[in-house]
């Protein structure tokens, strides 16, 4: 099972409200990754780092904001939470010996904006 | 268009059967190929990766990848109740980390 964590597992919160997802990773990878995952839809990239002071926008646009000061966390950031933010938040590492650069991933966070 | 397409099922078999899942995609630089399984309320877990054409085959699991037809399928021998997740694709090309995501097939193993 790979070793990365995220919490909170699940967050309900009201509209306006900031809040932080957390994820670590103990692998000591490099890369980090955070997606967003709606019912029936792909994984979208939001964010990600390939290394300290290292972030991306990804993909899909995203309020949100991540910070990378420390290798092994990758907080992500709603700084005024919206229903529209509702969904499945997933966050991934990746090291740099894997030939295809395997993402792990973390359990997610499930969050509802009320 | 997606670059990847997935038929998000969801798909039932009964206990024992073969399945087949599949994905399209439309970029040809795509070079290498994941297949991700992912329970309820889980992150995904790698369960198969193919560089480039062929086929991988793992215990009860067969990956195939055809670049000709940009067409990539997941075998599953003797399915099991256990079987029961979503299973995504993913792809990548060379010399970056990002991966493309498929939407995901459902599939349930019935007992």
């Known amino acids: 099972e790979a070793d990365i964590y995220q919490t909170p597992r699940y967050l309900v919160i009201g509209t306006g409200k900031k809040i932080t997802l957390e994820c670590s990773q103990t692998?000591?990878?490099?890369?980090m990754y955070w997606y967003q995952q709606d019912p029936g839809m792909e994984l979208h990239l939001i964010h990600y780092?390939?290394?300290?002071?290292?972030?991306e926008k990804g993909d899909l646009s995203s309020e949100s904001t991540v910070s990378r000061i420390r290798t092994e966390h990758f907080p992500l950031t709603l700084e005024s939470a919206r229903p529209s933010h509702t969904s499945q938040y997933l966050c991934?590492?990746?090291?740099?010996?894997?030939?295809?650069?395997?993402?792990?991933f973390g359990p997610g966070t499930r969050l509802t904006v009320l | 268009q997606k670059e990847v397409e997935q038929d998000p099922g969801p798909l039932s078999v009964p206990e024992g059967a073969i399945v087949s899942l599949n994905c399209t995609y439309s970029?040809?630089?795509?070079?290498?190929f994941m297949w991700y399984r992912q329970y309820s309320r889980k992150g995904p877990e790698l369960l198969m990766y193919?560089?480039?054409?062929g086929n991988k085959e793992d215990g009860r699991f067969t990956a195939q990848v055809d670049k000709s037809s940009k067409y990539i399928s997941l075998f599953i021998r003797d399915s099991q109740p256990s079987d029961s997740a979503t299973y995504l694709c993913?792809?990548?090309?060379?010399?970056?980390?990002?991966?493309?995501f498929g939407t995901g097939t459902r599939l349930k193993v019935l007992a």
């Open positions: 692998m000591g990878h490099d890369k």
């Open positions: 780092s390939y290394g300290v002071n290292s972030t």
């Open positions: 970029n040809s630089a795509f070079q290498y």
């Open positions: 991934a590492s990746s090291g740099g010996y894997t030939p295809n650069n395997e993402q792990f």
């Open positions: 193919t560089y480039s054409s």
């Open positions: 993913a792809m990548s090309r060379s010399g970056t980390y990002k991966y493309i």
